[in-house]
């Protein structure tokens, strides 16, 4: 369960650790990294499930890196430390914490104890593995499509207001290729 450092020590200039408060940064697999912490409390090692346990509770993303966390999430890791098999079996848990979270004064939330004591199908070593085998690698592609993605990102946004400003220009189509 997260945990949330003192407010001064929050940034947006890369100080410190990336942080993450709640699910607000969460993309469609992976957070973006906004805010950064320079006393960070709880972490969260890079493939563990971020999973939001308040407003809204069962919000997940993977961390792409080690992080800190605050009190709107937990990180959850399957024993075997497969991010695929953690990530499937809450999305297909995630009703389930969602109907057992508890009505806060202003919104639901899914206490450790509630968490703790929700129910956990036991699989054998060798499905496991088997499934692991297969997803695993999936997963893994998913990652490097977003390192990319992210990559094209920075360089577009580097890139594009120079090409505009003039700062950099293309004099011939071989220039455009390269």
Known sequence: MGQSPP?????????GVPFYQGSADF????PTERIYCTAPTRFAN?????????APVGDMNIALSDCAIGRGLCCIRHKSGSTALTYLY??????????????GAVFKSL????????????IPDVIAKSFIKI???IFEKIQSLE?????????????????ISG??????????AE
């Open 27 to 30: 993309g469609q697999w992976y």
């Open 147 to 163: 390192d990319n993605a992210r990559t094209l990102c920075s360089l577009r946004d580097t890139l594009l207001p120079r090409l």
């Open 46 to 54: 890079k493939g563990d499930v971020l999973f939001s346990v308040r």
């Open 111 to 122: 206490s450790k104890k509630q968490l703790t004591m929700l129910p956990v199908v036991s």
């Open 7 to 15: 407010g001064s020590s929050y940034n947006e200039y890369f100080n």
């Open 90 to 103: 809450l999305t297909n848990t995630k009703s389930v914490m969602e109907h057992n979270a508890g009505e």
């Open 135 to 137: 997803v695993d690698p």
């Open 167 to 176: 700062k950099i220009r293309l004099n011939q189509p071989e220039d455009a």
